[in-house]
C-alpha cells in the first residue's frame, strides 16, 4: 500500500482525536465480505500468500483501501462459487461492508467496487481459478 494517512473520524476534538488506520478498513472490509454466503475465497498478492503460508490469518487478503479527495473507495478481488448468481452475491458483499464499516467506525465508504477474478468449481480442492 502506498503511503497513505490516517483517517480521522472524530467530530469533536475537545477529548482527543480518533484516527483510523486505512489497514483497519481493509480488516474490517475482508471479514465483512467473508460472511457472505457465495464467496469462496478472496484474492491476494503475493505477500499475503507467503504470510498464510507462515500461518498468519491475512484476514485483509484481496482487500485495497484508498483514501482520496473525495473519499474512501474500497477495492475487493473475489473468487465466488460456481452456481451462485454473481450480481447478487457482489451486492451482498457490498452491502454488508458498508453496513459493518458504518456500524464501526461510523464511515461513509464512496464505494465498494467488487471484481470477480474466478469461480470455484464443486469438488476441487486447490484454489484452481476458473476465468
Do not use: W
Not at 503475493?46 to 504470510?51: I, K, N, P, R, W
Request: aromatic letters at 2%.
Amino acid at each position: 500500500m502506498s503511503e497513505q494517512t490516517l483517517l480521522s473520524v472524530s467530530d469533536n476534538d475537545a477529548l482527543g482525536k480518533v484516527e483510523i488506520a486505512p489497514e483497519v478498513i481493509e480488516v474490517i472490509a475482508g471479514i465483512a465480505a467473508a460472511e457472505v454466503k457465495g464467496l469462496y475465497a478472496m484474492r491476494g498478492n503475493f505477500a499475503s500468500g507467503v504470510a498464510e503460508r507462515l500461518g498468519k490469518k491475512p484476514h485483509s487478503k484481496g482487500v485495497k483501501v484508498e483514501l482520496t479527495e473525495s473519499g474512501v473507495t474500497i477495492d475487493l478481488c473475489v473468487i465466488l462459487h460456481f452456481g451462485v448468481s454473481i450480481p447478487l452475491v457482489a451486492q451482498e458483499i457490498q452491502t454488508n461492508i458498508r453496513q459493518t464499516l458504518i456500524n464501526m467506525t461510523a464511515i461513509e465508504i464512496e464505494e465498494i467496487n467488487i471484481h470477480v477474478v474466478g469461480i470455484q468449481m464443486e469438488g476441487k480442492d486447490s484454489t484452481d481459478v476458473e476465468e
